[in-house]
C-alpha cells in the first residue's frame, strides 16, 4: 500500500470521525512515518514504512519522544499510532501490530490522564455568576450539571428535554422522545448522531460518543437557567429545532462546538483559567467540565456506577440496571449529591 496513513484517516472519516480528530490522528502519523523513512532515526539503519516496522523501530520513536514532550503526551502519541495498527491489521492489510507489546511495555509512570486544574465548586460557582447571557449561561450550566461532551450538547434538539413548566407548553415542542415518558424534567441523550449523517432531517456537524443512550435528570438550577434561555430563544433554521441555537452571526443556526469553545475559552480566559499554549493540566475547557462532573459527584455520592450511568459509558449490564432504576434510584442520588451552581 502506497500510503497506509491516507487509507486510515480516509477510513475514519467514513466512520464519522471528527475533523479535528482526523487532524490530530495525521500529525502524529505523519511523523512517526517521517521518523520511519529516516535511515538515520531508528535502529539498525534504513528507511521502512510502518507497514514493515518492528516492535524495536516503534519503541525508538516513542523514545524519540521523551524529553521533547510530556510524559502524558508522549502516551497519547503512542495510542494513536497503536490504534492505526490495530485498525490496519483487523481490515487486513498489515500482518501485525508492532506497537502492541510496545504500548504494553511503556512505563507505567506514564501518566494518560494529567493532573488537571482543580477548582472547586465555590471557585466555579463564581464562575457561572459572572456569565449573564442566557444562552452562554445555560451552555455551561448544562455541561457542568450533566457531563456530556460538547458534542452532545450541541446535537440536542427540544425533542430531547422534559421540563415540567405549564407556560412553556404552548411555546415549545418539548419532550417529544418516548424514552422521556413519565420522566419529568429530564434530558435524553441519544448514542446516534455521527459527524457528516443526517439525523432528525439535519445533517450533525458533530457526533455523539455515548457508548449508549442516556436519561439525565434536570436538577432545579439548570431547570432555571434552561427556562431563562428558551424565554428568548430565536426561532431556529433547522426543522430539527435545536435546543441551543446561535443568538450572533449564525442567527438561528445550531450552535457548534467551535463555538461553544470558544465561549468557554473567552470566559476561562477572564478568570485567569485560559492560556494560549497552556494544556488539559492548566486550561479550562468545555472538556474540563466533563472531568469536574465526573470528579465531584463521584466524590459526592461514592457511586462510580451511577457517574458511568450519567456519563453514558458503562456496559450493557450496568445501564440496565440504572435504566430499571432509573426513577428511584438514579433520580433520588443524583438529586441528593449535585453540587449548587447558582
Excluded at 449523517?197 to 442516556?214: C, M, P, Q
Aim: glycine residues 8%; negative net charge.
Amino acid at each position: 500500500m502506497s500510503d497506509s496513513v491516507a487509507y486510515f484517516l480516509e477510513d475514519q472519516t467514513y466512520h464519522g470521525k471528527a475533523k479535528r480528530t482526523q487532524e490530530a490522528y495525521e500529525r502524529v502519523l505523519r511523523r512517526f512515518e517521517a521518523f520511519l523513512a529516516d535511515p538515520d532515526a531508528g535502529p539498525g539503519g534504513g528507511s521502512v514504512t510502518p507497514a514493515e516496522a518492528d516492535r524495536r523501530q516503534c519503541m525508538a520513536w516513542v523514545h524519540s519522544l521523551r524529553g521533547e514532550h510530556a510524559p502524558s503526551t508522549v502516551a497519547s502519541y503512542a495510542s494513536y499510532v497503536h490504534r492505526f495498527y490495530a485498525y490496519m491489521t483487523q481490515v487486513g492489510e498489515f500482518d501485525a501490530n508492532p506497537m502492541a507489546l510496545v504500548v504494553e511495555e511503556m512505563n507505567e509512570s506514564i501518566d494518560k490522564d494529567p493532573t488537571r486544574r482543580e477548582l472547586t465548586v465555590d471557585q466555579m460557582r463564581e464562575f457561572v455568576a459572572d456569565i449573564g447571557h442566557p444562552l452562554e449561561r445555560a451552555l455551561v450550566v448544562a455541561l457542568l450539571k450533566t457531563g456530556m461532551r460538547v458534542g452532545e450538547l450541541c446535537n440536542l434538539d427540544l425533542r430531547d428535554i422534559s421540563l415540567s413548566v405549564p407556560a412553556l407548553e404552548d411555546e415549545y415542542d418539548l419532550g417529544g422522545r418516548v424514552q422521556l415518558d413519565g420522566r419529568p424534567d429530564s434530558i435524553f441523550v441519544p448514542a446516534e448522531p455521527a459527524h457528516g449523517v443526517e439525523y432528525h432531517g439535519e445533517e450533525r456537524t458533530a457526533a455523539n460518543k455515548r457508548k449508549r443512550s442516556t436519561v439525565v435528570p434536570v436538577d432545579e438550577e439548570l431547570k432555571r437557567v434552561l427556562v431563562g434561555w428558551l424565554a428568548i430563544r430565536p426561532d431556529a433554521v433547522s426543522p430539527a429545532e435545536p435546543l441551543f441555537v446561535s443568538t450572533s452571526g449564525d442567527w438561528g443556526e445550531r450552535v457548534t462546538p467551535q463555538g461553544v469553545r470558544h465561549i468557554v475559552e473567552t470566559h476561562a480566559r477572564d478568570h485567569g483559567w485560559y492560556r494560549t499554549g497552556g494544556g488539559a493540566a492548566e486550561n479550562v475547557t468545555p472538556h474540563y467540565f466533563r472531568h469536574f462532573f465526573t470528579t465531584h459527584l463521584r466524590d459526592r455520592t461514592g457511586d462510580r456506577g451511577i457517574v458511568k450511568y450519567l456519563r453514558g459509558d458503562v456496559a450493557s449490564d450496568i445501564i440496565d440496571t440504572y435504566t430499571h432504576n432509573w426513577g428511584d434510584r438514579v433520580r433520588e442520588v443524583y438529586e441528593a449529591n449535585v453540587y449548587s451552581l447558582l
